[in-house]
């Protein structure tokens, strides 16, 4: 089934830098959600967004929904090594179904 | 603690062998997903049960069941095992459809 694709797959940024990572799907979503995945750990969520465009924030975390919703991001601002680990964007309803998909992930090293 | 509980933590059995992993959701989810996670790989999406029932199947292998019981609890049965089928499997819970889902601490699934 159809997958959303999250790009980079690595990332390795310096302490105190910015990035952002990205999800991509060739279908409109009804909805975005992104997990994160501490190295050892469990999946936790973050965040879903569901309106087109929303933008939402948590700390140093910005999460936003495309126009179109075919697409979502996550901005990180000032990265510390505590935002180490791999984070997910999931499509709760896949193709109208009830599966919960969960993109290829962005794994996030930190440079101190 | 999500409030998600599997058992065992870890496991290790021999090819061909047939292993069965528990899973209890949070009090009050109906929703539970089965993830199976190798190394460096994503979270691969293996079936999903709504109060009982299965609701969605994802690339889950012939030789692997699973069932929801009246109390809600899940067991993930994979049978013939093989050396590729060590991983970290994953189960996670949720209210319904869309509602964020918690996971598990996991289960290490080592097959020699």
Known sequence: GQQVMQIPQYQHVQEGEDFTTYCNSSTTLSNIQWYKQRPGGHPVFLIQLVKSGEVKKQKRLTFQFGEAKKNSSLHITATQTTDVGTYFCADPLQGGSEKLVFGKGMKLTVNP | ?112
């Open chain 2, 1 to 112: 603690d999500s409030g998600v509980t599997q058992t065992p933590k870890h496991l290790i059995t021999a090819t061909g062998q047939r292993v069965t992993l528990r899973c209890s959701p949070r009090s009050g989810d109906l929703s539970v997903y089965w993830y199976q996670q190798s190394l460096d790989q994503g979270l691969q999406f293996l079936i999903q049960y709504y109060n009982g029932e299965e609701r969605a199947k994802g690339n889950i292998l012939e030789r692997f069941s699973a069932q929801q019981f009246p109390d809600l609890h899940s067991e993930l049965n994979l049978s013939s095992l093989e050396l590729g089928d060590s991983a970290l499997y994953f189960c996670a819970s949720s209210v319904g459809r869309t509602p964020e889902a918690f996971f598990g601490q996991g289960t290490r699934l080592t097959v020699v």
